[in-house]
Structure formats: structure tokens, C-alpha cells
């Protein structure tokens, strides 16, 4: 077996702490991927000369905004630098239709911010680090497998295939999931795209139906976001076929997994069986559903994050 296991205990209810602003400063940053420019923030913490830096992008369909600023801002106070994009179609990065999810472009998007980050001479473009949560936890499973480069990624909650989304709703949920993404496809070339809600209530034709992911998702929205609860439908064809990893042997830098035993979206039982198959894994599994690790198990999980990077640096 090729990692090692850490079950964490419940903890307490509790949101996250926030540093002082005097800890980091942060920047506006923009790169092209494929031709598209994306938007992202470079938080660099104060008096740390070419820091290492975590690159970040958000969950299904999220803009950075999205319960990432915290990471990003404790990362800093820590020693490192955080940068945090938009995936184009998404936020502040140009692109359209508005909120597509793509895995191939996000994923290209990855490797884009990857090397403009690697242009820049105060972090030090030796020591970057993939973080991903959610669906982009297996996009950074796999640009990090694509890379070869990387000093290592973290993957919380990774959803490691589109079974997460479309294998969960039964032979009639995913029919008609597949015909509203073949609906999407040809009525975009004419009327624009058909869209459907990311959150669901269980009852919708939603892209995230299960059980409070809705209301946990929408504690994620930044107060006065112009985000809509919304997704072009052909992301179910592109979810059908997903695979984060096709040939984990590929991955060979180090590597930390996350997830929740109660997660019902990023199941834990493929976490563990991903691990088991990398050359050089961490598992970390604690007893939480998909988006507590932003509130109340923030503190925990990262404080794991935090000892995974000090082996890596």
C-alpha cells in the first residue's frame, strides 16, 4: 500500500480564523489559456523572499471568491504565497457561455496559470503547489500528472470521475441528464445554451443534488456575487465520460488527499482506492460531509495542508 491513513475526530462547530491584513498583500493577476484571459489573486506573505506558492481553484462551477480567500490568506500568514484564478467562462475571466464547466479547457487553464506563475520572480517557481477541492481537486490530480514539475498537490474532496454526477440519479435521472446536455449542444449554435441549476433540492434537474449540498454550497457565495445558480447542460456529456486520472502511476509528485466519510458527492471509498494506487500518497479522512472543511472543519483540515507542505518545501 502506498500511503498512510490519519482518521481525524469529530470536531467543533466553529468558522475559521482570519489573519491580519498586515501578514500579505495581494496582487491582481492575469493570464491567457488558450486564448482566453483568466483572472486570478497572488496572495505573498510579508518578509518571505521567493516564497513557495499554492496555486488555487474553487469547487464545480465556483468563482475564487468562493471559501478560498481564507486558505489563501492563512497560507500567507504561514510563509507562503496563494494564487487564486478564475477558470475562464467563470468570475472575473472572460470566456463564453458564462459558468461552462469543461474539464479539458479547466484543465488547460491549470497549466496556464502554472507557467505564468513560473514568469515571476518573487515566488519561487521550484516549490509550486496544486490545491483542489471538488471537481477541481481531480483537475489538479491531473495537470499535476501532466506537469511532471510540481513540488506536489493537495486534492480535498476529489471528485475523481463524473459517477459523482451522473450515476447517482438512476437510468431515468441520467437519460434525461444526457438528453438536456445533447439539447444544450445543438440549441446553443441558434438560441444561446440551455442551461440547469448547478444546486439542487433533489427534485430538479440539477447538476449537485445530494442531500444539503444547496444550502452548504450557497454558504460559499460571497455577499452581493452577480454568480447564477446556472450551468450550460452539456456539462453532463463532458461529467459522463470524466476520468481525473486515467494512469495514476503518472503522478509521482507528492500527494495529499482529503475526504470526508460522509461525503456524498466526492466519495471516500475512490479516494481511498486512488491513494492506495499513487507512488507517493497521504490520506487524511475525517468524519465530514463535501463542504464542511470550509467552516467548521477548517481548522483541522488545514492544519493538515499546513504539515503536508512543510515536507514538501
Known amino acids: 500500500m502506498s500511503s498512510w491513513r490519519h482518521r481525524g475526530k469529530q470536531t467543533a462547530k466553529r468558522g475559521p480564523r482570519r489573519p491580519s491584513h498586515f501578514d500579505y498583500s495581494r496582487v491582481t493577476l492575469m493570464f491567457e489559456s488558450e486564448g482566453t484571459d483568466c483572472v486570478g489573486w497572488l496572495y505573498r506573505p510579508d518578509g518571505v523572499d521567493s516564497p513557495p506558492v499554492v496555486v488555487m481553484a474553487g469547487e464545480l462551477a465556483a468563482e475564487r471568491r468562493f471559501g478560498l480567500r481564507t486558505y489563501a490568506e492563512r497560507l500567507a500568514e504561514a510563509g507562503y504565497a496563494a494564487f487564486l484564478f478564475d477558470y475562464r ?6 470566456g463564453k457561455p458564462r459558468n461552462l464547466v469543461d474539464p479539458d479547457s479547466q484543465v488547460a487553464d491549470w497549466h496556464a496559470a502554472v507557467e505564468g506563475l513560473r514568469e515571476r520572480d518573487e515566488i519561487d517557481s521550484n516549490s509550486i503547489i496544486l490545491w483542489g477541492a471538488g471537481l477541481s481537486g481531480g483537475y489538479a490530480l491531473r495537470a499535476a500528472a501532466e506537469d511532471g514539475r510540481l513540488a506536489g498537490v493537495v486534492a480535498q474532496n476529489p471528485m475523481l470521475d463524473g459517477t459523482a454526477v451522473t450515476g447517482s440519479r438512476g437510468l431515468t435521472g441520467t437519460l434525461g441528464a444526457l438528453a438536456s446536455g445533447v439539447r444544450d449542444k445543438l440549441q446553443s449554435r441558434v438560441l444561446g445554451p440551455h442551461r440547469v441549476p448547478v444546486l439542487g433540492d ?8 445530494a442531500p444539503g449540498a444547496r444550502s452548504a454550497y450557497r454558504e460559499l457565495v460571497t455577499p452581493g456575487s452577480a454568480w447564477r445558480d446556472e450551468t450550460p447542460a452539456r456539462l453532463f456529456l463532458s461529467l459522463f465520460r470524466y476520468q481525473a486520472l486515467s494512469d495514476p502511476e503518472r503522478l509521482t509528485c507528492p500527494v495529499l488527499l482529503v475526504s470526508g466519510t460522509r461525503d456524498e458527492i466526492a466519495p471516500a471509498d475512490a479516494v481511498s482506492d486512488l491513494a492506495d494506487e499513487l507512488p507517493e500518497a497521504t490520506l487524511v479522512e475525517l468524519p465530514l460531509g463535501h463542504f464542511e472543511h470550509y467552516d467548521r472543519a477548517f481548522e ?7 504539515s503536508f507542505l512543510r515536507t514538501v518545501r
Do not use: K, N, R
Open 89 to 94: 467562462y467563470t468570475g472575473d475571466s472572460d
Open 202 to 209: 433533489g427534485s430538479s434537474m440539477a447538476v449537485l443534488e
Open 300 to 306: 483541522q483540515t488545514f492544519g493538515h495542508l499546513l
